[in-house]
């Protein structure tokens, strides 16, 4: 009954009924009442069943094992499809001791015969992603991975598909029309993976985001019997097939959902570029966004020292030697983009990975740290949400306290998106209501007698870490915007403001600030404002220096010479220009 079935006995009779050789034993019956959804269990038995009758015999003639299959049965609709495809995988993923041997060595990566065509690429790399999935789904399910390796199994997942893909279309268009070469070897071409790819960090329903690079210095192709091709085109086709392998629907699904807006010049750019190409855009356009994207980047297929070159040349745009605080107001209008796209789009539910304290905003909280100081510190660059987290500690970034919430609250929170998405494969963050909501608490581990009481503290723990989340993200982003109206009494801000309009009045307000030379304060007030003449303030600075300029004046005139503090300080904003 804490499934909120309305006739255990009932059903307990349909699973005697279906188990082979009549009555299940104990830790069956154990299994079926702790499964989230008992009805899914009993019916997906019965089905399981009727499609392979003996390899159903076979696990059931193992208590353990047997158990095991009612506990996955009855998590998700998606494992008693993906069991009926596979069921040569039984072995490995219901027996408790095999959950030691590592997926890639019970599911390979998968070779191909050369230029193989795009019909036997798709089939093969959509058979693979199925069996590394149950696998991987099954560990999970059933407790027997953590959440960090249920994350990096999901990556490598990626990888393996992103190989193989290139190798074979790469194949596919040397057999066509020969290969680019320089200096004797083959035009480098690397994918590199970003996002949640690069951290190594996907879900069961990520897209990946990738970005396509090819070497400099190739002209065209050698020539095959279809011609000759530009280097640039060959390396075109080239990204163009392997996103059409893992990416295009075919009647066995698809691999990935495959996202190319954040290579350069995005949905508008090409969708390769060269390394000379891709340096010059960052370089000359390149924006906050993009530099929080690639803190995250990193080569995951094809020449994976050709992308280490590329992101070391990158280092100096990621990773800025000079404070850039102004970055934290681009952070903050791309999360109120995604929260008004949350806002008007069709899911009103509580969305763990976009709503407020969600693992959007641990993701926001990490990299704004990273590009604030990491130019400096180079001990906390890392592409791992996690790993960040723990460098920040460690580095004394984060208090240990507040590090430890946000790494509580992000596994949490992964958690909770897993489980939702292992239902039916779907591609959404958004907790289900109603009694689809008890069945993921279940799923999660929440499985008292009483399924209001697991319901109750299922939910008492997700508002706990989104709520330590909000706070973290609410300091870091908008705690300085308290501080500064606290530190405004109001006499500042008019002085700034009438700088121009009465220079006597300003400068009797700086003598009664306690200014000794009024006349070269207010001067020294306008330089900080306008800059030098020879490199007047962006009105981005201005705009920043009006909103920080209260507390700022409060603190110069408390100086034991505010006259020298002021003179100083006008004198550094003065140095460093218009950035």
Same mark, same amino acid.
């Given at each position: 009954?804490?499934? *909120?079935?309305?006739?255990?006995?009932?059903?307990?009779? +349909?699973?005697?009924?279906?188990?082979?050789?009549?009555?299940?034993?104990?830790?069956?019956?154990?299994?079926?009442? @702790?499964?989230?959804?008992p009805v899914l269990a009993v019916a997906s038995l019965i089905r399981l069943r009727d499609a392979l009758p003996e390899a159903v015999e076979a696990a059931a003639a193992d208590a353990t094992r047997g158990a095991a299959l009612v506990a996955l049965l009855g998590a998700s609709n998606m494992m008693?499809?993906?069991?009926?495809?596979?069921?040569?995988?039984?072995?490995?993923?219901?027996?408790?001791?095999? =959950?030691?041997?590592?997926?890639?060595?019970?599911?390979?990566?998968?070779?191909?015969?050369?230029?193989?065509?795009?019909?036997?690429?798709? $089939?093969?790399?959509?058979?693979?992603?199925?069996?590394?999935?149950?696998?991987?789904?099954?560990?999970?399910?059933?407790? +027997?991975?953590?959440?960090?390796?249920?994350?990096?199994?999901?990556?490598?997942?990626?990888?393996?598909?992103?190989?193989?893909?290139?190798?074979?279309?790469?194949? +596919? %268009?040397?057999?066509?029309?020969?290969?680019?070469?320089?200096?004797?070897?083959?035009?480098?071409?690397?994918?590199?993976?970003? !996002?949640?790819?690069? !951290? @190594?960090?996907?879900?069961?329903?990520?897209?990946?985001?990738?970005?396509?690079?090819?070497? #400099?210095?190739?002209?065209?192709?050698?020539?095959?019997?279809?011609?000759?091709?530009?280097?640039?085109?060959?390396?075109?086709?080239?990204?163009?097939?392997?996103?059409?392998?893992?990416?295009?629907?075919?009647?066995?699904?698809?691999?990935? $959902?495959?996202?190319?807006?954040?290579?350069?010049? !995005?949905?508008?750019?090409?969708?390769?570029?060269?390394l000379a190409n891709a340096l010059l855009y960052y370089e000359s356009w390149g924006q906050t966004w993009e530099r929080a994207a690639y803190l995250k980047a990193r080569p995951v297929a094809g020449d994976c020292a050709l992308g280490d070159a590329l992101l070391r040349d990158l280092e100096p745009?990621?990773?800025?030697?000079?404070?850039?605080?102004?970055?934290?107001?681009?952070?903050?209008?791309?999360?109120?983009?995604?929260?008004?796209?949350?806002?008007?789009?069709?899911?009103?539910?509580?969305?763990?990975?976009?709503?407020?304290?969600?693992?959007?905003?641990?993701?926001?909280?990490?990299?704004?740290?990273?590009?604030?100081?990491?130019?400096?510190?180079?001990?906390?660059?890392?592409?791992?949400?996690?790993?960040?987290?723990?460098?920040?500690?460690?580095?004394?970034?984060?208090?240990?306290?507040?590090? $430890?919430?946000?790494?509580?609250?992000?596994?949490?929170?992964? #958690?909770?998106?897993?489980?939702?998405?292992?239902?039916?494969?779907?591609?959404?963050?958004?907790?289900?209501? *109603?009694? @689809?909501?008890?069945?993921?608490?279940?799923?999660?581990?929440?499985?008292? %007698?009483?399924?209001?009481?697991?319901?109750?503290?299922?939910?008492?723990?997700?508002?706990?870490?989104?709520?330590?989340?909000?706070?973290?993200?609410? #300091?870091?982003?908008?705690?300085?915007?308290?501080?500064?109206?606290?530190?405004?009494?109001?006499?500042?801000?008019?002085?700034?403001?009438?700088?121009?309009?009465?220079?006597?009045?300003?400068?009797?307000?700086?003598?009664?600030?306690?200014? +000794?030379?009024?006349?070269?304060?207010?001067? #020294?007030?306008?330089?900080? $404002?306008?800059?030098?003449?020879?490199?007047?303030?962006?009105?981005?600075?201005?705009?920043?220096?009006?909103?920080?300029?209260? =507390?700022? %004046?409060?603190?110069?005139?408390?100086?034991?010479?505010?006259?020298?503090? %002021?003179?100083?300080?006008?004198?550094?904003?003065?140095?460093? *220009?218009?950035?």
């Open positions: 009954r804490a499934a *909120g079935v309305a006739d255990p006995d009932a059903l307990v009779a +349909r699973l005697s009924a279906s188990w082979p050789g009549g009555a299940p034993p104990a830790p069956v019956l154990a299994a079926l009442a @702790g499964a989230p959804d008693v499809r993906l069991l009926i495809a596979e069921p040569m995988h039984w072995p490995a993923l219901l027996g408790a001791d095999e =959950a030691l041997t590592p997926i890639s060595a019970v599911e390979p990566r998968p070779e191909l015969p050369i230029a193989a065509s795009p019909e036997e690429l798709a $089939r093969l790399l959509r058979v693979f992603k199925r069996r590394r999935v149950l696998l991987i789904a099954a560990r999970d399910l059933l407790g +027997r991975s953590t959440l960090t390796e249920t994350m990096t199994e999901l990556s490598r997942l990626a990888e393996d598909a992103l190989e193989v893909a290139v190798a074979a279309v790469r194949a +596919r %268009l040397v057999a066509a029309h020969g290969d680019v070469v320089v200096d004797g070897a083959p035009l480098g071409f690397s994918v590199l993976g970003m !996002g949640k790819l690069g !951290g @190594g960090e996907l879900n069961f329903s990520s897209d990946i985001d990738l970005v396509y690079l090819y070497a #400099d210095g190739g002209t065209e192709s050698t020539g095959g019997p279809r011609g000759t091709l530009s280097a640039r085109e060959f390396m075109s086709r080239l990204a163009e097939g392997v996103t059409r392998a893992l990416h295009q629907a075919t009647d066995d699904g698809f691999v990935f $959902r495959v996202d190319l807006r954040l290579r350069p010049e !995005g949905t508008n750019g090409p969708i390769v570029n060269s745009f990621v990773y800025r030697r000079y404070l850039d605080y102004a970055m934290l107001d681009d952070l903050k209008q791309m999360k109120a983009r995604v929260k008004r796209a949350l806002a008007a789009g069709p899911d009103k539910g509580m969305n763990v990975k976009l709503g407020r304290g969600g693992i959007r905003e641990v993701e926001f909280v990490v990299q704004s740290l990273q590009l604030i100081h990491a130019g400096k510190d180079e001990r906390i660059r890392e592409r791992n949400s996690l790993a960040a987290l723990a460098r920040f500690v460690e580095t004394r970034y984060l208090s240990a306290d507040e590090s $430890r919430r946000l790494a509580d609250a992000y596994r949490f929170l992964r #958690d909770v998106e897993h489980k939702i998405q292992l239902v039916d494969e779907r591609q959404t963050q958004v907790i289900p209501s *109603g009694e @689809g909501e008890v069945q993921l608490a279940r799923r999660l581990g929440y499985r008292d %007698l009483d399924p209001a009481a697991a319901l109750a503290r299922f939910q008492a723990d997700r508002r706990r870490h989104m709520d330590a989340v909000a706070t973290s993200f609410t #300091d870091l982003f908008y705690g300085s915007q308290a501080t500064f109206a606290e530190a405004d009494d109001g006499r500042y801000a008019r002085l700034l403001a009438g700088l121009d309009d009465d220079a006597d009045k300003a400068e009797a307000e700086l003598a009664a600030l306690g200014f +000794r030379d009024p006349r070269s304060a207010r001067d #020294d007030l306008v330089l900080l $404002r306008d800059g030098a003449p020879s490199s007047r303030a962006t009105p981005r600075r201005k705009q920043l220096l009006l909103a920080v300029a209260p =507390a700022l %004046l409060g603190e110069v005139a408390r100086a034991p010479d505010p006259d020298l503090a %002021l003179r100083h300080l006008a004198g550094f904003m003065g140095a460093i *220009g218009a950035r």
